[in-house]
């Protein structure tokens, strides 16, 4: 069974301080892995896809790496703009294409 | 360019009432997902659709709840004799077809079951 989990559960920042954030998986063979935003109360907004290890995508203050086991969104420089949810999810290749598992995310706040 | 579209927002329902959820995908989107997120948990999937077929629904609970996507319209899920364990909020994303690079969601429907 496909597993993701996320760490860790919040995380609280002060503006400008960098940190990262995990998102560990276990797939029998992974097609894709997603990062998504949720701010409260609103759905999630997409991010990032990351397709093989070693890829990295960056996003004004976001970046995202994958390794085999593993994915980190690191959070350079945050503002109190960036307090969200953070989600992670993963795309086997078996099954079901464009089925997504995720994990509980990273409640990231960021205050002045 | 409206987004994924989903409606009502927040739905308060009794126990035993019937909850219809629906969705309207982006345009030229003509793939549909239901997610549900309950209270301290992750998005579960719950049912992949096109226009007029169920292609996975391994997440659906075996009663009471129903999905369609008709070929004109929402797509509409159906939950029937809600009871509490049903309050959650539901997600609808859609992605246009062919190569998946990744969801548009919308805003989400917050089931109360009293």
């Known amino acids: 069974e496909d597993q993701v989990t996320q760490s860790p559960e919040a995380l609280r920042l002060q503006e400008g301080e960098s940190s990262s954030l995990n998102c560990s998986y276990t797939?029998?063979?992974?097609?894709?892995l997603f990062w998504y935003r949720q701010d409260p109360g609103k759905g999630p907004e997409f991010l990032f896809t990351?397709?093989?290890a070693g890829e990295e995508k960056e996003k004004e203050r976001l970046k995202a790496t994958l390794t085999k086991k593993e994915s980190f969104l690191h959070i350079t420089a945050p503002k109190p703009e960036d307090s969200a949810t953070y989600l992670c999810?993963?795309?086997?290749?078996?099954?079901?294409?464009?089925?997504?598992?995720f994990g509980t995310g990273t409640r990231l706040q960021v205050t002045l | 360019n409206a987004g994924v579209m989903q409606n009502p927002r927040h739905l308060v329902r009794r126990r035993g009432q019937e909850a219809r959820l629906r969705c309207s995908p982006m345009?030229?989107?003509?793939?549909v997902y239901w997610y549900r997120q309950l209270p301290e948990e992750g998005l579960k999937f719950m049912v992949y659709?096109?226009?007029?077929?169920?292609?996975?629904e391994s997440g659906m609970p075996k009663e009471r709840f129903s999905a369609e996507f008709p070929k004109e319209g929402p797509s509409i899920l159906r939950i029937q004799q809600v009871v509490r364990g049903d309050s959650a909020a539901y997600f609808c994303?859609?992605?246009?077809?062919?190569?998946?690079?990744?969801?548009?969601f919308g805003s989400g429907t917050r089931l109360t079951v009293v």
């Open positions: 990351l397709y093989s």
């Open positions: 797939v029998s063979g992974l097609r894709g």
């Open positions: 994303a859609s992605s246009p077809s062919g190569q998946f690079y990744g969801y548009t």
């Open positions: 345009k030229g989107h003509s793939h």
């Open positions: 999810a993963v795309e086997p290749f078996t099954g079901t294409a464009s089925k997504l598992t």
């Open positions: 659709l096109q226009k007029e077929n169920i292609i996975d």
